[in-house]
């Protein structure tokens, strides 16, 4: 068999023609049959609110209460989401966290007397607190009840934002090429980078050798596309120490095959943990197809006011599709001098200048659009803490925004994940959200609760990394219409 190299990019054309062609009607009809078996709860703990991307008509929790949980067991969706936004805590809180939430689940899945499967969804190019969140939720859940797990499924393909995984290396798609993850500037993380675009070799790195790429399992291209239902179900009865189960995918058909087998392994018996993109979810959940969402969908009370779009995201594509978005000649633009953290007074200053501007202009009719500066605060080596702890006084400091406002926006935009989840929680005051579907792909909606400071608003949570350099402004011009 030919090695791949792992850090060539290779032609997105190239790849997909040479894989095997098929009957994704007949996937489907075996899939639905399979997941009826499945008499197991679904939980989605998500590291920030964009792991809604590929669903609708489930709920987001935005706390891990006995009592949220307990709600979430209750209903009759097969899954809901817990937002945990741990993308933004330290590895310390992660730890934390997760106990509570692990420990939380185990004590609503007694007291509903219902199983159920946690689904720890993560980022697609690979960043985030692994493998400690997954590993403090296995020896939670573990200790605390009968279950032991046998393996942990590694999933991050994500069609929508050009996330594929194929010979067993994880790759982003720019333009006509895949290009390794390994290789792009999503493994140049501050808090969360890494060398390896091979997901055996990542895990290897990420775990400091305790689990190896020699002792993975992965679940090729091959064997999903000639149907070895048998064979895959057989590969995953063999895991067994927590070791690493890798899919390949680049196509929602694949992740269907891989979960019919996989249902059948569950239903013998065997445990598994997951550490998968946005793609698992829709298909383990059952959730359907749907268009995307259309203005009169998003905007279910129209007011006199305009909208309001914030971006915190730092990465290259946010900046990009900024740039694209300044074209529009109805929209407000406001530099948020984000450095001023470092000087507290002048910071607040600056919050208190861009909050009574932000609330004037929306107030006449304009929309506004608030961004943070583009270049991320660098404080040299060895102050990854200390900065993660500024970003999130950033964050804080954006989150006021919303928090202080005292007129509503017709609709609110949060470009990036941190942003959007402090947004969400903290701004919005979201205890339980209901996911409406996707205003563009890969781009989910919320309908804010009762209890929210703007109850029903349509809130677009636009991850940092999705898109095209023109999407965040064909997506306000929807909202703007």
């Known amino acids: 068999m030919t090695t791949i190299d792992s850090t060539v990019k290779r032609l997105v054309q190239e790849v997909f023609s040479s894989i095997q062609t098929v009957d994704t009607e007949s996937v489907k009809d075996m899939l639905k049959a399979e997941l009826a078996n499945l008499n197991k709860k679904i939980i989605v703990l998500d590291d920030d609110p964009t792991g809604v991307q590929t669903v609708h008509g489930v709920s987001v929790y935005t706390d891990w209460s006995v009592e949220s949980i307990e709600k979430g067991f209750q209903e009759e969706n097969a899954m809901f989401f817990i937002l945990t936004n741990s993308r933004g805590f330290t590895a310390a809180e992660t730890e934390k966290a997760h106990t509570e939430i692990a420990a939380n689940i185990v004590a609503a899945s007694t007291k509903q007397n219902k199983e159920f499967i946690v689904i720890s969804r993560g980022d697609s190019t690979l960043r985030g607190h692994y493998p400690l969140e997954t590993v403090v939720l296995k020896n939670t859940i573990e200790a605390a009840s009968d279950i032991q797990f046998d393996g942990e499924v590694i999933l991050p393909f994500f069609k929508e934002g050009g996330r594929f995984t194929v010979d067993n290396i994880h790759y982003v798609q720019y333009e006509d090429y895949l290009v390794p993850a390994g290789e792009t500037e999503f493994a140049k993380d501050r808090t969360f980078g890494y ?263 349509a809130y677009i949570i636009f991850p940092g990394n999705v898109g095209a350099v023109t999407t965040l402004k064909e997506t306000v011009e929807i909202l703007n219409k």
Not at 227 to 233: K, Q, R, S, V
């Open 195 to 457: 060398t390896k675009s091979h997901l055996g070799e990542y895990v290897e790195e990420k775990s400091a050798g305790k689990f190896t790429a020699e002792n993975t399992t992965y679940i090729s291209l091959e064997s999903l596309r000639s149907l070895d239902i048998e064979g895959i179900t057989n590969q995953l009865m063999q895991v067994t120490d927590f070791n690493k189960v890798v899919v390949n995918a680049v196509d929602y058909v694949d992740v269907e095959i891989f979960v019919i087998a996989l249902v059948k392994a569950i239903e013998t018996g065997k445990q598994f943990m997951f550490r998968s993109a946005a793609a698992l979810t829709k298909v383990i959940g059952g959730v359907s197809d749907k268009a995307l969402l259309t203005r009169e969908e998003l905007i279910q009370e129209e007011t006199n006011h305009g909208g309001l779009i914030l971006v915190g995201s730092h990465v290259k594509k946010t900046t990009e599709q900024l740039e694209v978005l300044k074209t529009c000649d109805f929209i407000e633009f406001i530099e948020f001098d984000t450095h001023l953290v470092l000087q507290p007074e002048k910071f607040q200053e600056e919050i208190n200048r861009v909050i009574s501007t932000t609330e004037s202009l929306i107030r006449d009719g304009k929309t506004v659009t608030v961004f943070t500066n583009r270049e991320r605060l660098d404080l040299g080596e060895g102050k990854k803490e200390e900065e993660l702890k500024l970003s999130i006084k950033i964050s804080d400091a954006v989150t006021s925004i919303v928090q202080r406002l005292n007129v509503r926006p017709n609709y609110i935009v949060a470009k990036g994940g941190i942003t959007s989840s402090d947004i969400g929680t903290k701004g919005l005051e979201v205890k339980r959200a209901a996911v409406a579907g996707q205003i563009k792909p890969g781009i989910p909606v919320w309908y804010t609760g009762e209890e929210s400071k703007f109850p029903g608003i």
